[in-house]
């Protein structure tokens, strides 16, 4: 016969509490508050709360420079930078190679929520923010189809106003592999290295946008799918 718990249940509030709402398996919310003396309720409609907590600031911090957009989902903050077109030296490592390769990239948008960091390209060097652009993917290896970044062993910070600049670092210092190299580059659809490896040799400071993979979709499409989702 299996032993009772003799343990007391525990407070549905801590010890420092004064008040509180609590939320009853018919739907009512109620606001308890306590003194020395007694505990005080009264029921509450679900507009009085919203009303409520409707009025507290939210407020996103300084932002870092080329942030497109900032907000929340399901308590996360969400993040998307606009990168101009620029030369990154990148290495590449397979096996026990490894080189490095002076190469442009398109515009970019990096973004991220939680852990995840997401990126994608947009096919105009004179692109003005119009999130009804198509999206490309980005001509990097180890971002999947969706635009998720594969940081390895990589420690990331979770996304935020003054954390984001530092994991687009992370990305740009990491080792590049073989991991999802296909489908990035119209003339190069097998493996995007091979590109990367045809720009640097030739000096080209300039991103054949015209090379770049269409997803499909527009960025901003892109940006609502992969951040204002609910976990």
């Known amino acids: 016969m299996p032993r009772k718990s003799m343990l007391a249940t525990p407070p549905l509030f801590p010890n420092n509490a004064r008040a509180g709402l609590v939320f009853t398996d ?3 919310i ?12 009264k029921g509450l409609s679900p507009e009085t ?25 399901d308590g996360a903050e969400w993040l998307a930078l606009c990168i101009p077109a ?9 096996d026990n190679n490894a080189a490095r390769f002076t190469v442009p990239m398109p515009p970019v948008i990096f ?10 390209a947009v096919g105009d060097k004179a692109w003005t923010r119009d999130p009804r652009v198509a999206a490309f993917h980005a001509p990097f290896p180890n971002v999947n189809e969706k635009g998720l970044v594969c940081f390895g062993t990589n420690i990331l910070p979770p996304c935020s106003p ?10 740009l210092n990491s080792p590049f592999n073989n991991h999802n190299i296909e489908n990035k580059s ?46």
Request: hydrophobic share 40%; aromatic share 14%; net charge positive.
């Open 26 to 28: 018919d739907g009512q």
């Open 30 to 41: 109620i606001y308890c508050s306590q003194n020395k003396h007694s505990i005080q309720r």
């Open 49 to 73: 709360v919203a009303s409520v907590f409707i009025k507290a600031p939210v407020w996103s911090g300084f932002l870092p420079p080329d942030v497109w957009c900032w907000g929340k989902a």
């Open 86 to 94: 620029s030369v990154h030296t990148l290495l590449l490592a397979d």
């Open 111 to 120: 973004a991220g929520t939680r852990l995840e960091y997401y990126i994608w």
């Open 162 to 171: 003054q954390t984001i600049l530092d994991a687009w670092q992370i990305f």
């Open 186 to 231: 119209k003339q190069y659809p097998q493996d995007i290295r091979e590109l990367w490896r045809a720009l640097s040799k030739q000096n080209i400071l300039r991103f054949p946008c015209d090379d770049l993979m269409p997803i499909g979709n527009s960025i901003g499409r892109e940006l609502e799918r992969a951040l204002m989702r609910n976990y």
